[in-house]
Every structure is written in C-alpha cells, then in structure tokens.
C-alpha cells in the first residue's frame, strides 16, 4: 500500500502568524514536524503543502519536500486534495494529514492511522484519546466524539459529550468513558476528493469541526485509540508553555 503524508503549513494563522517558522530549540515547528513524519515506517513519501514562498524556501533549505498550493484553501483536508492532484502520475492509495502545529507528533500513531487502512472498507480514519482529566473534558478546544461499537465515529463537539443526565459534572469520568480527538486524519484517495467538493453544512458551521460534514454526507470515519497525547501550539502562549515545560 503506497501512503502519502502531507503536512499543511498556511503561513497566515489568525491566532498566530507565520507559526510554521517559529524556533522550538533550534529547529522551527514545521521542520521538527517534517522530521517526524519521516521516522513513519508506513508513509512512503512526506511533502507539506504551504501557501507561502517563505515556508517553501525554508523547507527546500533543511531537505525536506514541499509544494505549493492555493491561498484560498480554506482547511487542511482541501490542501491536501490539491497535493494528491499535483501527484496524479503516482498511484497512492491513501493520504495521511498531519497537523503542521504538533511539533512533537509520534511517529507510532501515524503508523496506527495507517494500520486502519489495512481494513478495505476504511473510508476516512483519526485517531482518538481516553480523556482521564476534567479538565480536559470541559475544556471548548478539546474536541470530544462519540463512537458506536465498531469504534466509527457518530458525532464530534466542543461540548463534553455524552452528557450524563445522572451524575453531577464532577463524578462523569467515574461512569462514563470520554474521549478526546487527535486532530491527524487518513482518508482513501478517491474519497479525498469527493469530500474535498462537498459543500459546507450546518453541524459543521455550528461546532466548527469540518469532519461533521463528511459525518453529515453518510462518510464513515473510523476511530483507533492511542494511548499517546499530543501538543498542538496554536497561539504564543502555547509556545511559550512548550519552551518552558
């Protein structure tokens, strides 16, 4: 099975410019996103998909691979829908998006996201988390889902779902199990394109989560469970949190 990676790097981030630049200890984001990318002992090529010569330019000056795409993309998933057009001439079988902001991304679990494809009937996949904090239940940026028994996703939202109509708030991780989405996706290659026309939907603009349109248009996405977190750095004072942690 021949699996692409594509890393999206959009220079101009409302909540922090220029991010995929940054320095994180010597090396900038993108880069030490790049590098571990190319440890996977399942993706066979890994290229990020910018919108921005200074992000370009960079990524040609530390080897790595990368092409540019639209500035009027409006998510991750259309970029990389551009990149698997600009590589018709090759036959890949499944696209693997890596956020461009998790600097410290396990290698481990974009192998468990590509063991998903192992499976024929796999249209789209992520990976999900065990929530174990109340913290990280109640917390808006923390994106919960809810699966069915065949561990495919039924819904995403901000909100800590299920609600436990039973217990008071605090006693919810004593009777149910939550869980956290990692935002890294796999989808089909044919399936790529066709939820890369879909026009946005309701649930989608409600919550903000674009996954709920494929949700919402009957794609199935399944759910492998990794017990290793992520870092996402989506403001300086993320950063700041990482360089001192």
Aim: charged share 25%.
């Amino acid at each position: 099975m021949k699996i692409l990676g594509i890393i999206p790097a959009r220079f101009g981030s409302t909540r922090f410019p220029g991010k995929p630049l940054v320095d994180i200890d010597g090396k900038s984001m993108i880069q030490r996103v790049y590098e571990q990318c190319v440890k996977s002992k399942r993706l066979s090529k890994v290229i990020i998909a910018t919108d921005d010569d200074r992000i370009l330019n960079h990524v040609k000056e530390f080897g790595g691979n990368a092409l540019m795409t639209s500035p009027l993309h409006q998510s991750g998933t259309d970029r990389c829908a551009e990149i698997l057009k600009q590589e018709k001439n090759y036959d890949w079988n499944v696209v693997i998006n890596i956020q461009g902001d998790e600097p410290y991304i396990h290698p481990e679990q974009i192998d468990l996201l590509c063991s998903t494809f192992d499976d024929e009937s796999t249209q789209i996949s992520t990976l999900v988390k065990k929530i174990n904090s109340p913290d990280e239940l109640f917390n808006h940026n923390n994106v919960k889902v809810v699966m069915n028994n065949k561990n495919e996703a039924i819904y995403f939202s901000r909100s800590p779902i299920p609600y436990n109509r039973n217990f008071p708030e605090h006693e919810w991780l004593k009777h149910s199990s939550y869980y956290k989405h990692i935002g890294i996706y796999g989808y089909r290659t044919d399936i790529l394109l066709e939820i890369a026309e879909l026009t946005k939907t309701n649930l989608e603009v409600t919550e903000s989560l674009e996954q709920l349109r494929w949700i919402e248009n009957a794609y199935v996405i399944k759910a492998a469970i990794t017990s290793l977190d992520s870092i996402a750095i989506d403001t300086p004072e993320d950063l700041a949190k990482v360089k001192n942690a």
